[in-house]
């Protein structure tokens, strides 16, 4: 097929299984990482994937990593935003860099990785915007108010770039997940755990695997008049 598939935070977790299902689909794939070298390398070995490790909170950086990519790779058309972090506190309590850190990796890497690609997206006639937000973009969590307004302002940029780039060939979507076993759980204690599963009516969290398949099909021709939707893929837990 021969597109060009890059995933930001693709080298474990959710992005990881992004980046490994895009390659099994077909197409060309790179990831970016921040700083987990050893993650980086065992899945560049296993995958045969390229890896680029940049800041993607960082829009100079972002710029100078996408011309990196494009001149290995080639020119990107399919671009997903997924690289997230979380740093929970109430807000009485919160930080202004707790604030900060999220607002910068969460929703301001949307806008320093899609900036440098929607160009040539316009120029050549295609492109896909895919972001992953967030349940808790979607309905709110009390201890999450940075998190919530970075994951909701995801949702707010895709239907906004959807209806700039609606003739050009380029789909805008996001995908809002629930509650997915990865590292970023890894803080959340036994107990609050078991009344998170409590309130998903499957019965279970999801898996990384099942969000890279909806990010598979929206990259795909089939989904070519799907634009600035937001895809839930929760278990139940919240219908939006
Ligand atoms: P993980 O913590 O498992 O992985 C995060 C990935 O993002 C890593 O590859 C990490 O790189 C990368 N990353 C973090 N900060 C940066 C940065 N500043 N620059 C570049 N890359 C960065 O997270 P998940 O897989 O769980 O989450 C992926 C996305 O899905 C996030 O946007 C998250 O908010 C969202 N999400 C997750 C849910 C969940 O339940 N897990 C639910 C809903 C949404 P490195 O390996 O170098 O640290």
Request: hydrophobic fraction near 40%.
């Amino acid at each position: 097929m021969g597109r060009v598939a890059f995933v930001t935070g693709g080298t474990r977790g959710i992005g990881g299984a992004v980046s490994r299902a895009l390659k099994e689909a077909g197409y060309n794939v790179a990831a970016n990482y921040a700083g987990n070298d050893d993650a980086a390398k065992a899945f560049k070995k296993d995958t045969k994937i390229p890896v680029f490790k940049w800041d993607v909170g960082d829009y100079q950086a972002c710029e100078q990593g996408v011309i990196a990519v494009e001149n290995e790779v080639g020119p990107i058309d399919i671009l997903v935003n997924n690289a997230g972090i979380s740093r929970d506190a109430m807000l009485q309590k919160m930080s202004h860099e707790q604030w900060s850190q999220v607002i910068r990796t969460n929703l301001d890497s949307v806008f320093n990785m899609t900036r440098p690609v929607i160009n040539g997206m316009r120029e050549r006639g295609f492109g896909r915007v895919i972001s992953i937000s967030s349940i808790n973009g979607q309905k709110g969590q009390l201890g999450l108010t940075n998190y919530c307004a970075a994951k909701s302002g995801v949702i707010g940029f895709t239907r906004a770039l959807a209806l700039e780039s609606a003739r050009k060939g380029i789909t805008v979507n996001a995908i809002a997940p629930g509650y997915v076993a990865t590292d970023l759980l890894s803080g959340v204690s036994e107990d609050v755990m078991k009344a998170i599963v409590g309130q998903i009516p499957v019965g279970r969290l999801g898996e990384a695997e099942e969000v890279a398949r909806c990010v598979v099909f929206l990259a795909s021709d089939a989904a070519s008049w799907i634009t600035g939707s937001t895809l839930t893929i929760n278990g139940g837990q919240h219908m939006d």
